[in-house]
């Protein structure tokens, strides 16, 4: 049924979190999203630049970003209980992220302010097509460390996200101590960094894109034999995300296959964050992985018809009433 305007539910998704947080199971705690959390600085560009290339943009557009507060984001409009643990700046730009964050009903009380960075930033070029180039500015993501990490209760959270945007080590150390406290530990690889072999058993789910996948597994076949490679070495479940495909998983559950509806995109920024989260999300309210990943390619279809990141992520009511109609 793609594209449909989703603009008026969207505008209006915190009206429908109650309702749908009241079928999740009653005892499942919340998620956890460990990770970055960005302002996105937006060129408008009618082709990408090439290699030491100038082209002049149309626009510039401030938005919220950073793939642990995408993540974040797009759970909790999905409908799950959120809370976000990351570092941002004592600036301008952290009040607004802080803000933004809480707006959407996400639990902060894990988010460090530092007056020692500025807050995390990425520099965005989106061509006429959609497609992006991304450089990405820690900042404060950087002062994420492990004491940080060792002082979090991860016995109070279901289900805990990591991406690689903060430093690696806090990641392994997060992974750990989640598993320790029994949480399902979801992986979102990216940027691609190699992974320490003892990490890998760590990970119930690794949701990298094709691209990251091939670079973990240092296997140049095909998708089954690279996602076979990770699996060999102790994740339980690699869900692929293949853009404009859908998404592909193998792992315990077998071979899932779910293919994306055709849409014309305008931005595809965040989109991966918006299939992560809202997969985390409906696998918290304990969903399976084949109901979860069809959600979550269903709202990252969603995401790419409006720019931005966290600004294009439908709500549970535009996920459910797609799905419906589809």
Not at 253 to 269: F, K, L, M, N, Q
Request: contains cysteine; glycine residues 12%; charged residues 15%.
């Amino acid at each position: 049924m793609l594209p449909y305007s989703v603009l008026g539910a969207r505008a209006s998704h915190r009206a429908f979190l109650p309702f749908f947080r009241c079928f999740m199971t009653p005892d499942v705690k919340s998620l956890l999203v460990v990770g970055s959390a960005n302002v996105d600085l937006v060129a408008g560009v009618d082709r990408l630049p090439a290699e030491g290339e100038t082209v002049l943009g149309g626009s510039l557009t401030q938005f919220a970003g950073g793939k642990g507060a995408n993540q974040a984001v797009a759970a909790a409009r999905a409908g799950a209980s959120v809370a976000f643990a990351g570092c941002v700046g004592g600036d301008a730009f952290g009040d607004w992220l802080s803000e933004g964050l809480a707006r959407e009903g996400i639990d902060l009380a894990l988010l460090r302010r530092t007056a020692d960075r500025p807050s995390g930033t990425a520099l965005i070029a989106v061509d006429r097509g959609g497609r992006n180039q991304i450089v990405v500015i820690p900042g404060a993501n950087a002062a994420v460390d492990e004491n940080q990490i060792e002082a979090i209760d991860f016995g109070r959270h279901g289900t805990v996200v990591f991406q690689l945007e903060v430093p690696a080590a806090s990641v392994w150390l997060g992974l750990r101590r989640a598993r320790e406290a029994g949480c399902r530990t979801i992986l979102n690889p990216a940027p691609a960094a190699e992974i320490p072999a003892d990490v890998f058993p760590l990970i119930d789910v690794l949701v990298p894109n094709e691209h990251e996948l091939r670079l973990l597994s240092g296997n140049a076949g095909s998708v089954a034999d690279s996602a076979g490679a990770l699996l060999a070495r102790g994740v339980r479940t690699v869900v692929v995300t293949m853009g404009p495909a859908g998404a592909i998983a193998f792992g315990e559950s077998g071979t899932i296959e779910v293919p994306a509806p055709a849409v014309e995109a305008v931005d595809t920024t965040g989109a991966g964050d918006a299939f992560t989260g809202v997969l985390a999300a409906t696998l918290a309210a304990g969903a399976d992985l084949a109901s979860a990943m069809k959600r979550a390619v269903c709202a990252a279809s969603l995401s790419v018809l409006s720019p931005g990141a966290q600004a294009s992520y439908p709500d549970a009511a535009s996920i459910e009433a797609e799905l419906t109609a589809g």
